[in-house]
């Protein structure tokens, strides 16, 4: 090969060598802005944030309370979403990423959310409050889970006071110059929970005593049943452990024969089919769905804890007292 031969693949590599480099100067410079603008787009997101302190809750329902008690000095998110399974939920990396930016983290306790040390783990110092601590709670009777306490503390009006309470507390201990307000608006949430006590122990009296059964998937209702002189049974006892078995349905299939339970019923965040078939085995008519682990969305029949309340004792009127409840 002739000298210029060599030259011109030399001139040749040398050139494909610095365009190599200049491409991946410019490459450098534009991931750099694109970082930056990044970065400047998270700040200005943590500034918006941090105008107001983040209150993350395990599950809707705990997030309408908080909301309550907040009024608009705080911004309340809930992490599972309406209609999610709450108790087997598995935190997104996304959920660990919002735990970290958080205040104060809300949950329920009494192994309601079986995930929770993941998550608050994940979420570093921040603070957490745990709503049931401290209450007497109701004990699952029979099956695998006996003698655990119920987690569903907040399904009965008068104990979900105690929770508006530990919410006052831990909010105003977060932002002290609040804590008029959030008393305030604690003694007023309160008031409400007071005034549906009421109603709603008005309408379960009107059952006649011997149609007081009631009848549903998860065993959540105790503490609504055991407060206003109900009786309870259901396919399982917390939806962690929502094994339908054939021993299962079979004993509610005869408790609703021999108590002469009229209409069964069962919950929006499991599947009601197993409910179907034993109400299809025992001649019991199927009610219709109730809230209890998540509010409905807006618009729903239970957007919030005092809908979700009157939604339910309405079907359990309907079912249990009227003639036509639906099918
Ligand atoms: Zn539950």
Redesign the pocket.
């Known amino acids: 090969m002739k000298a210029s031969a060599y030259k011109t693949i030399f001139l040749k590599e040398t050139f494909k060598l610095l365009r190599g480099f200049a491409f991946l100067s410019i490459l450098s410079i534009a991931l750099g802005l694109i970082c930056a603008c990044g970065l400047r787009l998270e700040t200005e997101k943590d500034d918006l944030r941090k105008e107001k302190p983040l209150i993350l809750t395990t599950f809707t329902v705990l997030a309408d309370m908080a909301k309550n008690v907040a009024g608009d000095r705080l911004t309340v998110n809930s992490i599972t979403k309406f209609g999610s399974e709450?108790?087997g939920y598995q935190p997104t990396p996304s959920d660990l990423v919002k735990a970290a930016g958080a205040d104060l983290i809300i949950e329920n306790g009494l192994g309601?959310e079986l995930w929770v040390k993941k998550f608050t783990a994940a979420a570093g110092n921040v603070p957490n409050v745990v709503l049931s601590k401290g209450m007497e709670p109701l004990l699952i009777e029979g099956d695998v889970y006996s003698g655990k306490p119920n987690?569903?503390v907040w399904m009965s009006p008068r104990r979900a006071m105690k929770y508006v309470d530990r919410i006052v507390e831990a909010f105003s201990e977060l932002d002290p110059s609040g804590s008029e307000s959030f008393e305030r608006n604690g003694l007023d949430y309160k008031k409400k929970l007071q005034e549906l006590d009421k109603e709603l122990r008005t309408s379960l009296e009107s059952i006649p005593s011997g149609q007081r059964v009631l009848v549903t998937c998860?065993g959540?209702f105790t503490y609504l049943t055991h407060d206003y002189g109900m009786d309870e049974a259901y396919l399982w006892p917390?939806?962690a452990e929502s094994q339908v078995t054939p021993r299962r349905m079979l004993k509610l299939i005869q408790l609703i024969k021999s108590r002469g339970v009229r209409t069964i019923f069962c919950?929006s965040?499991v599947s009601s089919k197993a409910q179907l078939e034993v109400a299809r085995s025992s001649g019991a008519r199927f009610g219709g769905t109730f809230f209890?682990?998540s509010l409905s969305e807006a618009g729903g029949p239970a957007p919030t804890l005092l809908d979700l309340y009157r939604h339910n004792v309405d079907l359990i009127l309907k079912g249990l007292v009227l003639e036509n409840p639906e099918k």
């Open positions: 709450i108790h309601l987690p569903h998860e959540a917390v939806n919950e965040t209890v682990d």
